[in-house]
């Protein structure tokens, strides 16, 4: 390889393939178009400068600003570090904050054994993937299963920021999850060989046996005066993602007036995944789903939360592709028809495969809120604090006993007027789009969209008519309004 080229992720000893890498880091981090504040929770290692939290230990939030410095504050490969590349990634300008979570009581570590056996009768090539991360080696007629397990560790060990370690031992290679806990198992795995000789079996679809999730309780206790739009979290059991729902929810009343929003993924299965959303139920979370996701759980829910990050409070999220997110390899587990609708009516967003393109695109962005509300009443997706009755009551006062915004025809005094209801109309719906509510409300009244004519039946009524046209700020707008007598104009 030329000196003068220099690759991360490609390694020195290529075999006849094309390989592509990006250098995320050229690009520009966080600086003028700043939308949003994103926080990432996760664990990090020993190795990190900042040193992993014990106890009743609390960190302070460090400022990412690029994949190295995460590297360098919280471990090469840890979940923390790896959420860090993912955000950045996804949302390049994002404001990004991270902060290391304390490990469970006593976890366990996800791994699994990839077995090489026979000698090669032939060449070929191994190629072994991690969480969507393809290694390739050469295999010559005659290698032994010990010889190709040293180059397979040295390529899978030699990736600046993978989470999990290889360790061969006679054909036989271990991959650990660096970091202990119940987040390792979502790490997919698998091989294959085109060596004639040799087999390489691969013992499961994902790491396994990890147990005992991060714990974010003294953390977040420590950060409720704190302001964070977003946070993201490495976890995906649903004690943990309660707490950060309880957090967002309590910075985000009408008295703190700290809107937030709680994102965390699975990748389990579609029943599991459901009972997860239906059971935070909640205005303040999202919860991507992608069952048998190449990437693992943490860095999905980094990936959303820093497009989120790097886009204004008007961006749809509908359909859009989900950066560097690829569709997963097993296909059975592509969600139908009847899985996307169920996983949506759960409080789920799920993500669906673009055929032919390897890419997956989010089919709607959700909250996790199923039930019907009562006093809470908030848009679909809530990047402003919560609001009471009383505020409702409050924004509607400027039409609240008030003459319709054109005079009464000469002549006529105290009539409604087609016009005069197209004039409050037109008000109205301004207001809603200064408020965030509707989008392109100008351009419909100028292009003489909003609509009022005398109904043909009863001469007494006004029949009127206008686009409407939500941000992703709005879930149900109902407008009203009622003159009981015309003394009332």
Not at 110 to 117: E, K, P, Q, R, S
Not at 161 to 169: E, G, R, W
Not at 274 to 280: A, E, K, R, V
Not at 434 to 452: K, N, S
Request: glycine share 10%; aromatic share 4%.
């Amino acid at each position: 390889m030329p000196d003068s080229i220099q690759f991360d992720t490609i390694i020195d000893q290529l075999t006849p393939d094309v390989q592509v890498e990006t250098d995320w880091e050229s690009g520009s981090t966080g600086l003028p178009n700043d939308k949003k504040t994103l926080l990432l929770m996760g664990q990090g290692l020993a190795s990190g400068s900042v040193g992993v939290p014990t106890g009743s230990d609390v960190q302070t939030p460090q400022r990412i600003t690029s994949v190295a410095k995460a590297i360098s504050l919280f471990g090469k490969g840890s979940n923390l570090a790896v959420m860090c590349e993912y955000a950045i990634k996804a949302g390049p300008r994002a404001t990004i904050y991270a902060v290391q979570i304390k490990a469970g009581t006593t976890p366990g570590q996800a791994t699994i054994d990839l077995v090489l056996a026979s000698n090669a009768t032939g060449s070929g090539e191994l190629r072994v993937h991690i969480m969507g991360e393809r290694f390739a080696v050469g295999v010559a007629s005659g290698d032994t299963p010990t010889d190709i397990g040293d180059l397979i560790e040295a390529a899978i060990n030699g990736h600046p920021n993978l989470p999990v370690t290889a360790s061969n031992a006679a054909g036989t290679v271990t991959l650990n999850h660096r970091v202990l806990g119940l987040e390792g198992n979502s790490i997919a795995t698998r091989a294959e060989i085109t060596a004639s000789g040799m087999t390489a079996t691969m013992g499961g679809a994902s790491l396994a046996s990890g147990t005992v999730a991060a714990d974010p309780t003294t953390q977040l206790a420590a950060m409720l005066a704190d302001r964070y739009h977003l946070i993201a979290a490495e976890c995906s059991d649903a004690t943990a993602l309660g707490l950060i729902q309880a957090h967002q929810e309590a910075a985000s009343t009408p008295a703190e007036k700290r809107w937030g929003l709680g994102i965390a993924a699975v990748v389990d299965t579609a029943a599991n995944a459901q009972t997860l959303g239906n059971g935070l139920d909640s205005y303040r979370m999202q919860v991507l789903w992608q069952e048998a996701s190449e990437r693992p759980a943490y860095a999905l829910a980094a990936t959303l939360a820093g497009l989120r990050a790097s886009n204004g409070p008007k961006k749809a999220f509908d359909n859009v592709v989900l950066p560097n997110v690829p569709t997963p390899y097993d296909e059975d587990a592509w969600p139908n028809v009847g899985d996307i609708e169920t996983a949506l009516e759960e409080g789920l967003i799920p993500l669906r495969a673009k055929r032919g393109s390897g890419k997956c695109e989010i089919v709607r962005s959700v909250v996790t809120r199923q039930t019907t509300p009562i006093t809470y009443r908030d848009h679909n997706i809530p990047e402003k604090s919560d609001y009471t009755d009383l505020a409702v009551i409050t924004g509607l006062t400027p039409y609240v006993g008030k003459t319709l915004k054109v005079d009464s025809p000469p002549g006529q005094p105290g009539t409604v007027t087609p016009n005069r209801v197209k004039a409050t109309l037109g008000r109205i719906l301004k207001a809603l789009d200064r408020e965030d509510i509707l989008q392109g409300v100008a351009t419909a009244i100028g292009e003489g969209r909003v609509f009022a004519k005398v109904n043909n039946t009863t001469v007494t009524r006004v029949d009127c008519a206008y686009p409407f046209k939500p941000t992703q700020n709005a879930h149900t707008i109902m407008c009203k309004k009622t003159y009981e007598t015309t003394a009332s104009l």
